[in-house]
T-cell receptor, first 112, second 114 residues
Framework: DAGVIQSPRHEVTEMGQEVTLRCKPI?????LFWYRQTMMRGLELLIY????????DSGMPEDRFSAKMPNASFSTLKIQPSEPRDSAVYFC??????????FGEGSRLTVL | GESVGLHLPTLSVQEGDNSIINCAYS??????FIWYKQESGKGPQFIID?????DKRQGQRVTVLLNKTVKHLSLQIAATQPGDSAVYFC?????????????FGKGTRLHILP
């Protein structure tokens, strides 16, 4: 298996622009997680899905953030409009019930 | 890469010595714990896990100890090697109703001295 695949690996955008991050989980995994990593706050859980259904989005910072999982093999995290404080590395991870998470390589976002 | 913080506690260990990384978890109801390793510029990588009905689990060169009484988790790495240099995170499952809501601790940077 290719592992969790994220795109883009790097994105530089200007404040106010829309950003879309994409994730393909490992086939057969029923959980998908979006995390954000910053120097100040470490690894924060933003939202997670089980069988494509959002279970807990309490970590999503505000209404500018949204996440979808239209099918078992694809998820997006969207920020609209983006702000400089959104600059971070965004990780997607997937798992099968009761097992550890497998992470992608991350999407490094810089908002100018 | 700068994906991890500059303010992390750092453990410096001589190559070949054993390393012990500690973690305090927050939720007494958590029933599943995991250690991850994150190398510079990469995503966290699963190392070893343990369930709350155990107090010790061993892998290859790594051992995880769980003390539920004081809510403490530790990772022991035997014969530390240069490739062990990374940031190590403990994580706990804080999900309700057996959902896998995995929350990470702040991390510890392991620095290997030659």
């Amino acid at each position: 298996d290719a592992g969790v695949i994220q795109s883009p690996r790097h994105e530089v955008t200007e404040m106010g622009q829309e950003v879309t991050l994409r994730c393909k989980p490992i086939s057969g995994h029923d959980y998908l997680f979006w995390y954000r990593q910053t120097m100040m706050r470490g690894l924060e859980l933003l939202i997670y899905f089980n069988n494509n259904v959002p279970i807990d989005d309490s970590g999503m910072p505000e209404d500018r953030f949204s996440a979808k999982m239209p099918n078992a093999s694809f998820s997006t995290l969207k920020i609209q409009p983006s702000e400089p404080r959104d600059s971070a590395v965004y990780f997607c991870a997937s798992s099968r019930t009761g097992l550890g998470l497998f992470f992608g390589e991350g999407s490094r976002l810089t908002v100018l | 890469g700068e994906s991890v913080g500059l303010h992390l506690p750092t453990l410096s260990v001589q190559e070949g010595d054993n390393s012990i990384i500690n973690c305090a978890y927050s939720n007494s109801a958590s029933d599943y714990f995991i250690w991850y390793k994150q190398e510079s510029g990469k995503g966290p990588q699963f190392i070893i896990d343990i369930r709350s009905n155990m107090d010790k689990r061993q892998g290859q060169r790594v051992t995880v100890l769980l003390n539920k009484t004081v809510k403490h988790l530790s990772l022991q790495i035997a014969a530390t090697q240069p490739g062990d240099s990374a940031v190590y995170f403990c994580a706990e499952n804080m999900g309700m109703n057996r959902d896998d809501k995995i929350i990470f601790g702040k991390g510890t940077r392991l620095h290997i001295l030659p």
